[in-house]
């Protein structure tokens, strides 16, 4: 798996969920937050779409020894680890923000 400034747009990831569900995700970033990786994944429905805007956190990790193995997640059960996680994200649309509004003052220029 890609690290945040070297994802795809569109790239997506397949959830087997605890009721046998199976949703397709979009990747959205993958955050650092005090030394730990988490990533950011928005449930997509049957088009491909999600109008809501809900996202999900998992604890992410990969195997440096083996970069080909399947990256892991797991569940954030702890609330403040998950405000942490939040709030992350919360700076991380910030700056998406913030990004934006450069790039079109730098078209208008």
Request: proline fraction near 5%; include cysteine; charged fraction near 40%.
């Amino acid at each position: 798996m890609k690290k945040p400034e070297e994802l795809d747009e569109d790239m997506t990831v397949t959830l087997d969920l605890e009721d046998g569900s199976v949703v397709n995700c979009a990747i959205i970033t993958i955050l650092e937050v005090e030394g730990h990786d988490y990533i950011v994944l928005m449930p997509l429905d049957e088009d491909g779409e999600n109008d809501d805007g809900e996202v999900w956190f998992y604890r992410y990790s990969e195997n440096p020894q083996d970069p080909n193995e399947e990256p892991q997640l797991g569940y954030i059960d702890d609330d403040a680890e998950y405000e942490k996680v939040e709030e992350a994200f919360d700076e991380y649309l910030d700056s998406c923000e913030y990004d934006e509004l450069v790039d079109a003052e730098e078209i208008d220029d």
